[in-house]
């Protein structure tokens, strides 16, 4: 048993040491389990606080078991503020995550396949956006929100994220794109297929695994957002989830249980998501750091 | 739209109308394709860039309708009078020092790791990446919770441990609120580096490690000398994100310790906002914003320019 695994494993030719690898392989495991349940523990704390009752936290620590399971504490939290959150968080991220995309691929599209004079000197000028600090922008950007009087509107905020997606989402669909052939495109061009049919038909159904990254990594950016909703969403239905978990913070600032509950809601999409389409997080990002 | 018909003639090289003509073509498409992004990208980020950097140069409370000129008289007043500027400043270059180290070691030593083949090991992965798709915010309201004074899991697990001495008030003890915070900061900043670096291990070849092995070589010689100066590019762009990430740092700190206790645990993001929005203080707030950008620009120039250069 031991020595197929460690055949498998290390796969290579040093098959003398297979038997005796069952030790230090046994020890690796458990190290790193170990090491892996410090390193989720407070998740476990997380949901397991949720899952207590307010009489729970009155008897017994931390370590206690709940008595019974609440969850009522879930729909509690819900009935009293998430339910809010939650929908204008979902709202902004399927609105915008798309349309974001949709705007980069065609800067990129444009970037690499159209012989444009200072393409390259107009990439080097969008990468720009990935080191600008958000601190640098945000008293204009009152400004200039306050002016067309969308302050307090997840209108307004929607146009500050897609801004802000450019960046690293043109960077990722370009990356990915040059690795298309040109001459697919030259011969799409030749049987008289325009620039928008070549962009459509296909460099865009061709680069789906950039976009699908893009959609993931976009997706739960956006959902995660804090600094620019803090500054500019202020009442209470405009909230988006991470803004209105700090809110929840300070009114609900003694019942743990729901505070918890609120934040395990939180993080269900983002489970959720990330189990579906875990591969994509390596793949995705090594793709737009080695060209 | 109403393009589409003329370019589709017009654009296909074969036409050969004079040469020119294709290639004008191609610069009005490549300009209504490039026109959204551009334009959102002037307004949202490049714009506000350079109208923050004429604001330091004001005294305004961002109310009134006129301000007043004073040059370089907020950084003045920063390098001068405002303590607090010098407490987060130092902060700030604290953080970015342990987390130039720590979790980037951290992430390193797992992507190393996790890279061996074993049965389970996409499951460790997505285990240790997990805490990195929860917002910092997030991660902060988590770790709260775990510092709470008497109900936290950290001084309870001391307690039952026999360990009662070493009992805190995580988040309102000057001397180590900030630390605490890296901790919650650092559980979410791991993943990245390790992910980068699972990436770039992807990128050695195989047969070089194997090479070394058979030659006699240790597995730390084989780092020493064949893994690490191989992932020298992963370490770069490692260094410069978190480098970028540190100096702005803010929602973390905002959401533990609000700054607090007196200020020890500011940082030059949450104090530029707490200058901006809760004293008024625009000038002041831009120039710290200023200062930030200026700080950044020492990773951000080669990492750009090293982005640039690899298209």
Known sequence: MSLVVAGRDSGSAVLPHAGRAAIPRIAFYVGLSLFALVWIAPVFILVFTALKSASDFAHGGTFALPERIEWANFAKAWDVGIRTYFANSALMTLVKVPAGVLIAAMAAFALTFLRLPGSRALFTFFIVGLVVPIQMTLVPLTLLLRNLDLIDSLFGLFWLYLGFGLPFAIMVMRGYMRSIPRELVEAALIDGCSWFGVFRRIVLPLSTPAVVSLLIFDGIATWNEFILAQIFLRQNSNRTLPLGLVNFQTEFSTAYELLAAAQCITIVPLVVVYLFFQRYFVDGLSGSIKS | ?311
Not at chain 2, 57 to 85: C, H, K, M
Not at chain 2, 104 to 117: D, M
Not at chain 2, 158 to 169: D, I, K, P
Not at chain 2, 289 to 309: D, H, M, S
């Open chain 2, 1 to 311: 739209m109403s393009l589409g018909g003329a370019d589709t003639a017009a654009a296909t090289p074969a036409a050969g109308r004079g040469g020119s003509n294709p290639l004008r073509t191609e610069w009005r498409i490549g300009a209504l394709f490039l026109a959204p992004a551009l334009l959102l990208y002037v307004t949202i980020i490049i714009y506000p860039l350079i109208y923050s950097s004429w604001l330091s140069l004001f005294e305004w409370d961002g109310i009134s309708p006129t301000r007043r000129f004073v040059g370089l008289d907020n950084y003045a007043t920063l390098w001068s009078q405002n303590r607090v500027f010098w407490i987060a400043l130092k902060n700030s270059a604290l953080w970015t020092a342990v987390a130039l180290v720590v979790p980037t070691s951290i992430g390193l030593g797992l992507a190393l790791l996790l890279n061996r083949s074993f049965a389970g090991r996409g499951f460790y992965r997505g285990l240790f990446y997990f805490p990195a798709i929860l917002s910092l915010s997030l991660c902060g309201l988590i770790w709260t919770w775990i510092y709470h004074p008497t109900l936290g899991f950290l001084n309870q697990f001391l307690g039952w441990v026999g360990l009662e001495s070493l009992h805190r008030a995580w988040l309102s003890e000057p001397s180590i609120a900030l630390f605490a915070v890296m901790v919650a900061a650092g559980w979410h900043n791991t993943g990245l580096p390790m992910l980068l670096y699972l990436a770039g291990l992807q990128t050695i070849p195989r047969e070089v490690l194997e090479a070394a092995e058979v030659d006699g070589a240790t597995a730390f010689q084989r780092f020493r000398h064949v893994t690490w100066p191989m992932l020298k590019d992963t370490t770069f762009v490692v260094l410069a994100i978190t480098f970028i990430n540190s100096l702005k740092v803010y929602d973390v700190v905002y959401v533990m310790t609000f700054g607090g206790p007196a200020n020890q645990t500011q940082v030059l993001g949450t104090w530029m906002y707490f200058l901006t929005y809760n004293f008024n203080r625009i000038g002041l707030g831009t120039a710290i914003a200023v200062v930030l950008f200026g700080l950044t620009l020492i990773f951000a120039i080669p990492y750009t320019r090293k982005l640039g250069q690899e298209s």
